[in-house]
């Protein structure tokens, strides 16, 4: 029952972070990657996607 277990769990953190990524792009957060600031909220909006989708707005919480 080990094994399943983690696969299971590695799968979900991989789901999450294809929606994340797709969130972020869509959201305009994976643009301009040569300035450290648009790194660090590509990177956020990929992790926090669910706050995105409820309207936060990590441009301005970052900046």
Do not use: C, K
Request: no cysteine; net charge neutral.
């Amino acid at each position: 029952m080990g094994p399943m277990r983690g696969r299971g769990t590695g799968l979900i953190g991989i789901i999450y972070l294809v929606i994340g990524i797709v969130v972020a792009a869509t959201q305009g957060y994976l643009v301009a990657w040569n300035i450290p600031g648009n790194i660090l909220e590509g990177l956020a909006a990929i992790v926090l996607w669910p706050l995105v989708l409820f309207g936060v707005d990590l441009h301005s919480l970052i900046a």
